[in-house]
């Protein structure tokens, strides 16, 4: 049996990366031999996958005669990621950039500069091909750096057991945020937006603390596991998600997969995961006032919502399912 090496600085956490890893992990476990090497884990792994922490685990595969046929590196300029891509042997490394560029804070930039530079121009020596979620990431990257090995996009995958919703004859009444609770997620555009609509509940899920009051019309729930929050996109009429920086989330997958119709941003990679009139609304600039109009374009047409319900459900399936993921990856796995 062929096998795989997942790795990551971090396993069983709630971020997208972390989610990514846990489902590909599982998906292959049958077919290859299959193993995950992190830096940190707070989960147990997937059945018949095995796992690996820390740096004598690290240290164990580089000084042994151990050779995986594929190792897959998540979030490859974190330095725990890019060690292990240089003292691990493998017959073929691929590299997946989670996200759509490094931007650093100015602490960071100035201290972790030489780094990152060192890391980026070392990257083609170690890997063999590069995964990107978007185009718009793999241009942005491209447009950065001289890559040097061929690239290909996979966008994000989820095993859901999404449905189409039952066809909506009653006015909307329940939005739906996910996300970190910062500026850059769009919360605060989202906290006006609801003080403009008191008629209206919206429900925030995600971890972080807000600056200032929220609305009375605002629930506010904190960090809920990922399957915990599957259920507020059932009861929600629609996701918001105003967010200025993403390149494939998997907030959209769960909503498109529940049939949740979106108002989202057009930025970075959001414009092609979300067809405006299609699949939702597409926000023409970042303002509490284009939210509001989302609201209004789809609570107008009860008949346009349920059309976009639908779209959403067969949009998660050809393009966003676990079946497509995997299928995928089997093409550059070469199984």
């Known amino acids: 049996m062929r096998s795989i090496l997942y790795i990551t600085n971090r396993f069983g956490y709630t971020g997208g990366q972390e989610t990514v890893v846990a489902e590909l992990a599982r998906a292959f476990s049958g077919i290859i031999q299959t193993h995950i090497l992190c830096q940190h884990a707070n989960a147990v792994p997937p059945q018949n ?43 073929f490394k691929i590299a997946t950039f989670h996200a759509r560029h490094y931007s650093p804070n100015p602490f960071k930039r100035f201290i972790l500069k030489a780094y990152v530079y060192s890391a980026i121009n070392l990257l083609p020596f170690v890997t063999d091909k590069f995964v990107f979620l978007s185009k718009f990431a793999e241009k942005e990257w491209k447009s950065k750096i001289f890559l040097g090995r061929p690239s290909t996009i996979i966008p994000n995958g989820l095993a859901l057991s999404g449905s189409p919703r039952p066809k909506r004859t009653t006015p909307i009444k329940n ?46 729930i904190g960090e809920e596991s990922r399957n915990e929050v599957q259920k507020y996109y059932k009861s929600a009429d629609f996701l918001v998600f105003p967010s200025s920086s993403e390149q494939c989330p998997l907030v959209l997958i769960v909503a498109l997969a529940y049939g949740l119709p979106i108002i989202c941003s057009a930025c970075c990679g959001l414009n092609e995961m979300i067809e405006d009139n299609i699949n939702g609304y597409s926000m023409k600039n970042l303002s509490s006032q284009e939210i509001l109009n989302g609201i209004r374009f789809l609570s107008d047409n009860m008949e346009r919502y349920n059309d976009i319900s639908a779209n959403n459900t067969i949009k998660y399936q050809a393009e966003y399912s676990m079946r497509m993921f995997v299928k995928r990856h089997q093409i550059i796995y070469g199984c």
Do not use: M, W
């Not at 685990?57 to 594929?70: G, N, S």
């Open 49 to 91: 996958v095995i796992l690996h922490t820390g740096i004598k685990a690290l240290l164990q595969f580089a000084f042994t005669k151990q050779r995986f046929d594929i190792i897959h590196l998540h979030h490859p300029l974190h330095i725990f990621t890019l060690i292990c891509a240089i003292a691990i042997r493998s017959r």
């Open 175 to 220: 939005g739906l945020f996910v996300g970190v609770l910062r500026e850059s997620k769009g919360i605060y555009l989202l906290l006006e937006a609801a003080k403009a609509r008191p008629d209206l509940a919206f429900t925030v899920v995600g971890r972080g603390n807000l600056k200032g009051e929220a609305p009375g019309n605002v629930i506010l």
